[in-house]
């Protein structure tokens, strides 16, 4: 954590000298890649929702600046975006383009209001199928709109429509669009895969680029007479009026705006992180999405672009991986592409009125065909989303996009609720002894099946239920319990691993189910030999289960571990605490994490050891011998050690704990200093003084690990990074140190952590 600084002073600066400012050369580069790439498409995309066609042009601008200044995904470039194409022509067509531009400000408000309410990691909630088939729904429709204009025809206002008026289009052609039209997407194809050297030098352009400016160049020498681009003057560029028609289509008008945009952009944030982290540099000195910030961004750049007559705004995927791809490393890059839309807008206007129609069309029809994704349809197919997925495309292509989300919201529930409701239960008979096995969560839904397969077993039988589920609802454990009442004969309950289950004798302990393997939660008071014998017992059913369900699944990974050695990606240094379970907060398994764990999570400074080097050799190993890529510090909830320095005073005995708790004195003068602000945890102050050390002890432990010489060398090669991490036992929720923007700092904020980046977290 570097010390905090009056915004005049630098390191290495003279004090009261301002730093100049001053733009990466990568930044200038990768701006100048990306407005080559935003300037046809953003045309193109005007034209297809018929809006005018400076409107493209302001959005694309007022994405590049606005978003790029104000936004929290500093590499994400925004824009207007393929997937509004369907939302913003049915507003022009429906209400007209003033009322259109002032839905897009109201949805910029609505956005807004979003991010102040730190919503914004809900939105990455919603399951990816439902997201995908949304974008392949759009894409369907942009697809066969723009077909129409290719073949030199007009779009219907639906793909059934436009289906029906297909062949009828078919049969009279407008050959000289088409042929322009079918230029385009043969260079649109080819250009990435140019052979040889001179391909390699050629494909530096953008493909989209190129292909509309060969269909313009052929045209203009052939003289062909094709509708071209007409940009009117920038004086008659119609504005934002007031909003005109019923008030329920204009407030689902922003809904659907609102909805689009926010989720298009929030996912492309985090797609944009994995880029980032997965380049040769592994995007040091880039901070994290802060996805609240980059939601108020894109509600800023809505209200003024539909204030100034442009289209809606969003993070568009396309821009924003050739931003990552240049080698892009601040901001700066997407606020220059902007600055160049705008010098085109004005300076290039006769060469833009150049650019057919058709060829522009021809682009956007083949991004509509490219976001129908093959690689989304494999994945949600491997995760059995594919019902979803269909669902969601055929009611945005039939219904409309809210409807098609809705119904693929419908749909993902009916399927998570079948999977929760499906239950396989077996049983066979062997020497006089019956074997049910019970395969999934046993609810109220399983009970009919259960109790007729039940009621098939002879009275006064020896009968053995093997539950392997992790939930089991009150109506089958009292189906199961009076079963075993009245059947008369010997019945036990076991687990997976064939440990005998026993019912709990005292009501007073009725949160011991028979079906809850550890039951030391429930603070039974056994006597010392029963304790210990139940707790033998305990150890030797765990490893059971685990020879006999864990083992066969990792036993080939283990081997492959063994013969090759490990080779974690990140040293996890946490808190002996026993409610902290390293592998499933971080979804990680083996080889993945090298874990240290003291009292308190801390790191003793070089040299301050006093003979224990334990921690300071777990370091050493990690950084020089294994080369991990990260170093994580977790801290918990109602740390021990942490209270334990609190009430601490100068006249404690020095007992081996006080001996080791002086390494957290840095961590407890840091909270009382007046030099450091105090940590907060997504958003909020730390609920008491407890909770407030152990977070502030995470960043100071952080900084002791940088006065390690092999973490320093490593971080300043590039080649290390480190994070901080708050586990709240409770809440069962993590929390990461958020970036700073100064390399290798933080700001003292713990952000919460959505169950779909926890794995990205590992990984880094």
Same mark, same amino acid.
Request: hydrophobic residues 55%.
């Given at each position: 954590m570097p010390i905090r600084r009056t915004p005049t002073q630098r390191p290495h600066s003279p004090p009261g000298r301002r730093p100049r400012f001053r733009i990466a050369g990568a930044d200038v580069s990768a701006s100048i890649a990306v407005f080559l790439i935003a300037l046809p498409l953003s045309l193109g995309i005007a034209l297809a929702t018929g809006a005018p066609l400076q409107a493209g042009l302001v959005a694309a601008a007022v994405g590049g600046i606005v978003v790029g200044r104000l936004g929290g995904a500093p590499l994400q470039v925004s824009g207007p975006a393929a997937g509004l194409t369907v939302v913003t022509a049915e507003l022009i067509q429906r209400y007209g383009w003033r009322t259109t531009c002032a839905i897009t400000v109201l949805a910029g408000l609505a956005q807004l209001g979003l991010a102040a309410l730190r919503v914004a990691r809900s939105a990455l909630a919603v399951s990816p199928a439902i997201v995908h088939g949304m974008v392949a729904g759009i894409g369907v429709t942009i697809a066969f709109a723009q077909l129409h204009i290719v073949l030199g025809g007009t779009p219907q206002s639906s793909v059934v429509a436009n289906v029906i008026a297909?062949?009828?289009?078919?049969?009279?052609?407008?050959?000289?669009?088409?042929? *322009?039209?079918?230029?385009?997407?043969?260079?649109?194809?080819?250009?990435?895969?140019?052979?040889?050297?001179?391909?390699?030098?050629?494909?530096?352009?953008? @493909?989209?680029? @190129?292909?509309?400016? &060969?269909?313009?160049?052929?045209?203009?020498?052939?003289?062909?007479?094709?509708?071209?681009?007409?940009?009117?003057?920038?004086?008659?560029?119609?504005?934002?009026? &007031?909003?005109?028609?019923?008030?329920?289509?204009? @407030?689902?008008?922003?809904?659907?705006?609102?909805?689009?945009?926010?989720?298009?952009?929030? /996912?492309?944030?985090?797609? =944009?992180?994995?880029? =980032?982290?997965?380049?040769?540099?592994?995007?040091?000195?880039?901070?994290?999405?802060?996805?609240?910030?980059? &939601?108020?961004?894109?509600?800023?750049?809505?209200?003024?672009?539909?204030?100034? %007559? %442009?289209?809606?705004?969003?993070?568009?995927?396309?821009?924003?991986?050739?931003?990552?791809?240049?080698?892009?490393?601040?901001?700066?890059?997407?606020?220059? +592409?902007?600055?160049?839309?705008?010098?085109?807008?004005?300076?290039?206007?006769?060469?833009?009125? /150049?650019?057919?129609?058709?060829?522009? @069309?021809?682009?956007?029809?083949? *991004? %509509?065909?490219?976001?129908?994704?093959?690689? +989304?349809?494999?994945?949600?197919?491997?995760?059995?989303?594919? /019902? =979803?997925?269909?669902?969601?495309?055929?009611?945005? *292509?039939?219904?409309?996009? /809210?409807?098609?989300?809705?119904?693929?919201?419908?749909?993902?529930?009916?399927?998570?609720?079948?999977?929760?409701?499906?239950?396989?239960?077996?049983?066979?008979?062997?020497?006089?002894?019956?074997?049910?096995?019970?395969? %999934?969560? &046993?609810?109220?839904?399983?009970?009919?099946?259960?109790?007729?397969?039940? +009621?098939?077993?002879?009275?006064?039988?020896?009968?053995?239920?093997?539950?392997?589920?992790?939930?089991?609802?009150h109506a089958a454990y009292e189906a199961l319990h009076d079963w075993q009442t009245s059947h008369g004969g010997a019945v036990e309950m076991t687990g997976p691993s064939g440990a005998r289950i026993t019912e709990p004798t005292s009501e007073s302990h009725a949160c011991c189910r028979p079906w809850t393997p550890w039951r030391n939660h429930c603070g039974e008071n056994h006597p010392a030999d029963e304790t210990r014998r139940e707790t033998g017992h305990q150890l030797a059913s765990g490893i059971g289960k685990f020879q006999r369900n864990t083992a066969p699944l990792v036993r080939d990974e283990l081997a492959r571990l063994a013969r090759e050695g490990q080779s974690p990606s990140q040293l996890f240094l946490t808190c002996a605490d026993s409610r902290l379970v390293t592998s499933m907060i971080t979804a990680s398994g083996p080889g993945d994490l090298f874990t240290v764990r003291n009292v308190g999570n801390l790191v003793p400074l070089p040299g301050e050891g006093n003979g224990d080097d334990s921690v300071a050799a777990a370091i050493e190993y990690a950084v020089e011998v294994l080369r991990v890529q990260s170093i994580t510090v977790c801290g918990h909830s109602g740390c021990g050690a942490m209270q334990a320095l609190l009430g601490s005073t100068p006249d404690d005995p020095p007992t081996p704990l006080r001996r080791w708790l002086r390494h957290g004195l840095p961590s407890l003068e840091r909270m009382t200093s007046r030099r450091h602000a105090w940590a907060r945890i997504s958003g909020r102050l730390p609920a008491d003084a407890v909770e407030q050390l152990c977070l502030t002890n995470v960043v100071q432990q952080l900084e002791h690990l940088r006065a390690y010489d092999a973490v320093a060398r490593r971080l300043a090669d590039g080649t290390l990074t480190l994070h901080g991490m708050y586990f709240h036992v409770g809440e069962a929720q993590a929390y990461l140190l958020a970036d700073s923007d100064e390399p290798h700092g933080y700001d003292d904020v713990f952000d919460l952590v959505p169950p779909t980046t926890l794995q990205e977290a590992r990984a880094s």
């Open positions: 297909l062949p009828a289009q078919l049969a009279a052609p407008h050959l000289t669009g088409l042929a *322009v039209s079918a230029l385009t997407i043969a260079v649109l194809l080819l250009w990435p895969r140019l052979p040889g050297r001179a391909g390699r030098l050629v494909r530096k352009a953008p @493909a989209a680029l @190129a292909s509309v400016a &060969l269909a313009t160049l052929v045209a203009v020498v052939a003289g062909l007479h094709v509708p071209r681009v007409d940009l009117p003057s920038w004086s008659s560029h119609a504005l934002v009026g &007031l909003p005109e028609g019923p008030a329920l289509g204009i @407030a689902a008008g922003v809904l659907t705006i609102t909805l689009v945009t926010s989720v298009q952009s929030l /996912l492309s944030a985090v797609a =944009v992180d994995k880029l =980032v982290s997965a380049r040769p540099d592994r995007g040091v000195g880039v901070p994290r999405s802060r996805l609240d910030r980059e &939601l108020a961004g894109q509600g800023a750049a809505n209200m003024v672009s539909g204030a100034l %007559g %442009g289209l809606p705004v969003a993070g568009v995927a396309v821009r924003s991986v050739a931003n990552v791809s240049a080698g892009a490393v601040s901001r700066n890059s997407t606020m220059l +592409h902007g600055l160049w839309v705008i010098l085109a807008a004005f300076l290039l206007v006769p060469v833009l009125d /150049l650019i057919p129609l058709p060829a522009l @069309a021809a682009l956007v029809m083949v *991004v %509509g065909v490219q976001m129908v994704s093959i690689t +989304h349809i494999r994945t949600v197919t491997r995760h059995r989303e594919a /019902l =979803v997925y269909a669902a969601t495309v055929t009611g945005v *292509v039939l219904f409309g996009i /809210l409807e098609g989300v809705a119904l693929g919201i419908a749909v993902a529930t009916a399927v998570a609720l079948h999977r929760l409701a499906r239950t396989r239960i077996t049983h066979e008979e062997k020497d006089g002894r019956y074997l049910v096995r019970v395969r %999934g969560q &046993l609810t109220f839904l399983a009970v009919p099946r259960l109790s007729r397969i039940l +009621h098939t077993i002879p009275d006064a039988s020896e009968v053995v239920i093997e539950l392997d589920g992790s939930f089991m609802d």
